[in-house]
């Protein structure tokens, strides 16, 4: 995993994302998730391509169930871009890196 992405837990939610100067790309996932697995290395691309633009956080559903399910993640992974404190965009299920770029673009 890039060191360009953050591992955050629910206390560490509201600082890292909601208050964010930036968009925030925030990846709803779980260790038993193979999807989840598949999309990691294009995650990654996508931290370098946006680098300073937008952050790039994920968490662990099962260590973080409030957290997921205030903001209703029924499957995973499960991305959701952050701006000014609020859901943006939504993506659920692995998707190929245009998607997820797409869907970054679309609030820079």
Known sequence: MSDLITHINESEFETEV???????LVDFWAPWCGPCKAIAPILDEVAKDYQGRVKIV??????????????NVRGVPTMMVFKGGKVEATQVGAVPKGRITQMVDGLL
């Open 18 to 24: 909601l208050n964010s100067d930036i968009p925030v």
């Open 58 to 71: 994920k968490v662990d559903i099962d260590q973080n169930q409030k957290t997921a399910v205030n903001y």
